[in-house]
């Protein structure tokens, strides 16, 4: 038997609390969301491109509406390295 403990356990807690949805369902919830923020930049577009596409959207129309998606979407940083970090830190 595992004691790991989630780290979303709280906000598992509070979503069974405020919408009812048990904490299976709610765990499930969070695992879905953390899912879909965890996807990176160039999978949003990629997926958004394609999504689009089948829709029967022209290249035209998809690359201004995938770029303004964009700007309000929170995405995955990219993973840096220390050498980055410093970068960023000391130029």
């Known amino acids: 038997m595992s004691t790991a403990r989630n780290p979303y356990e709280d906000l598992i807690a509070h979503l069974g609390r405020t919408s009812g949805l048990g904490p ?3 765990a499930r ?6 899912s879909y923020f965890s996807e990176s930049a160039e999978e949003f577009v990629r997926r ?4 689009l596409k089948s829709q029967g959207f022209t290249n035209d129309e998809i690359f201004p509406r ?5 700007r309000g979407r929170r995405v995955a940083a ?3 390295s220390l050498r980055q970090l ?3 830190i000391y130029g």
């Open 78 to 80: 990219p993973e840096l």
């Open 86 to 88: 410093r970068r960023i």
């Open 29 to 34: 919830v969070v695992a879905d969301v953390l």
């Open 48 to 51: 958004r491109h394609g999504e």
């Open 24 to 26: 299976g369902e709610a």
């Open 66 to 70: 995938v770029a303004a998606e964009l």
